[in-house]
């Protein structure tokens, strides 16, 4: 019973950017892969890349996979570095130590 009120609910899904332009692609993306997407492109410097991943998602997921990416790689660096949070982001974003 469950299973034909799913098929009939994913009747009313609205379908992803990339099936709706066409591309074929119909698997759905994550906020987490299009934020490593994302910023793995503008460390790339590939706008191409960069506009693709922002599709995937709605600009709140993005901005929220983003920061949460973010947090992930500071403290990381921090473990490896064997330094605070706040030290290594300081220095990531060139501010003097505090």
């Known amino acids: ?3 034909a009120i799913r098929k009939y609910a994913a009747r009313f899904r609205t379908p992803s950017h990339r099936e709706a ?8 993306h994550n906020l987490f892969e299009a934020a490593a997407a994302y910023v793995a492109a503008h460390a790339e410097d590939d706008q ?4 693709e991943a922002a599709a995937w998602v709605s600009p709140e997921a993005l901005s929220f996979g983003v920061n949460e990416l973010a947090c992930r790689a ?8 064997d330094e ?3 030290a ?5 974003l ?5």
């Open 1 to 3: 019973m469950f299973d």
């Open 74 to 81: 500071v403290i990381a660096l921090a473990r490896e570095r």
């Open 21 to 28: 332009a066409g591309t074929g692609d119909r698997r759905a």
């Open 48 to 51: 191409d890349r960069i506009d």
């Open 94 to 98: 060139g501010l003097p130590a505090a």
């Open 84 to 86: 605070s949070p706040r």
């Open 88 to 92: 290594v982001a300081r220095d990531l």
